[in-house]
């Protein structure tokens, strides 16, 4: 029988316990990510390792989406320049995005989508 979750009923504890989930401090992991892109200035530097010490110490609690988004995720838009142009903000949409795993169905909506014609970022 297949279990349906909603994204907002789940914590990172509970994904931790049940899909074996590990936290994955290595700079070198997803290094396909990390290859040919600007070099980064001290200043952006200490942003990020802000925004990553504020995590940390927030993520031993359970964190509300207003705190994620406030705290972590307007910070790091900022910094990737996603509130420029050519990039555009939807917030809230009305797509529904799952996961199965194992008979388990994780469903999600996309709190915040950045785009343009050719480049879509978003965060669930």
Do not use: C
């Not at 200035?41 to 010490?53: T, V």
């Amino acid at each position: 029988m297949v279990q349906v979750i909603q994204t907002k009923d789940v914590s990172f504890n509970q994904l931790i316990e049940q899909f074996n989930l590990q936290r994955a401090d290595d700079e070198n992991f997803f290094r396909e990510w990390q290859d040919n892109l600007p070099e980064l200035n001290e200043l952006e530097k200490e942003n990020l390792e802000e925004i990553k010490a504020e995590y940390q110490h927030l993520s031993r609690y359970p964190i509300l989406e207003p705190v994620v988004k406030m705290v972590i995720l307007s910070p790091l838009l900022r910094l990737a320049g996603f509130y420029q142009p050519p990039f555009y903000i939807a917030s809230e949409e009305e797509v529904e995005i799952s996961s199965e795993d194992e008979g388990t169905i994780i469903r999600g909506r996309i709190d915040i989508l950045v785009f343009n014609p050719l480049f879509w970022v978003l965060v669930i």
